[in-house]
C-alpha cells in the first residue's frame, strides 16, 4: 500500500530527480504516515571543485539517535537567518565546538588528523563509508569535535551527506580555508 501511495505521489509531482521524505509520527497521532516529495538539490560540479559556504549556530538535536520531525522545523529556522549562499549551518555546542550540520556530518583536517565529533551526532551511511575509508588510508582520525576558535587554523574541511556525497567546504562563518 505505502509503494502505491509513493508511486501516485511521485506521479502527480512531476519533479523528476525528488528527495522522499516518509515520517512517522510516535506522538501525536501514533503510527500517521506522512510523505513529503521535494525535488532533489545537488551541488554542482563546480562546487565540488572549489567547495561550498558554510555558517555555524549555537544548536544541538534533542535525540541524535534519530531523524525527528521536530527538528526539520528548527533547521528551517536557523536556515533562514543565513543567505542563499550558504549551503549548510554547521552547529556548534555548548563547549563552542562543531558537532554537526542540520542535514550533514561533519569533518575538520588540523595538523594532518581528521576530526569529526563522535558524540551527540546523527550517524549517516555516507559517514561510515568516510570512517572506514579514512580507517583503510590509515588517516590519524580524532573523534572529537573541533573548537570553532581553531576555525583559522583548519587546513581543510567538508560535510557529507547521501545527496552530497563528500563536500568540501571553501570558508566558514567568513574565515577562507586554504585551496
Do not use: W
Not at 583548519?154 to 580555508?177: K, V, Y
Amino acid at each position: 500500500a505505502l509503494k502505491k501511495v509513493l508511486a501516485d505521489c511521485i506521479a502527480q509531482t512531476a519533479a523528476g530527480e525528488s528527495r522522499v521524505r516518509i515520517s512517522i509520527d510516535l506522538t501525536i497521532h501514533p503510527y500517521d504516515i506522512y510523505i513529503a516529495l521535494e525535488p532533489l538539490q545537488v551541488p554542482t560540479p563546480e562546487e565540488f571543485k572549489n567547495g561550498v559556504l558554510v555558517a555555524s549556530a549555537s544548536a544541538s538535536r534533542d535525540n541524535p539517535q534519530a531523524k525527528l520531525n521536530h527538528f526539520l522545523s528548527i533547521a528551517a529556522e536557523i536556515r533562514s537567518k543565513h543567505g542563499a549562499n550558504c549551503e549548510e549551518v554547521i552547529m556548534v555546542n555548548e563547549n563552542d565546538e562543531f558537532t554537526e550540520g542540520l542535514s550533514s556530518n561533519f569533518y575538520a583536517v588540523r595538523q594532518g588528523k581528521l576530526y569529526t565529533a563522535e558524540e551527540g551526532v546523527l550517524f549517516g551511511t555516507t559517514r561510515a563509508y568516510v570512517i572506514d575509508l579514512i580507517n583503510k588510508l590509515n588517516i590519524p582520525l580524532v573523534l572529537q569535535p573541533i573548537n570553532l576558535a581553531d576555525t583559522p587554523d583548519l587546513e581543510e574541511a567538508f560535510i557529507t551527506s547521501t545527496s552530497r556525497s563528500i563536500l568540501p567546504i571553501r570558508q566558514i562563518d567568513g574565515t577562507r580555508l586554504p585551496e
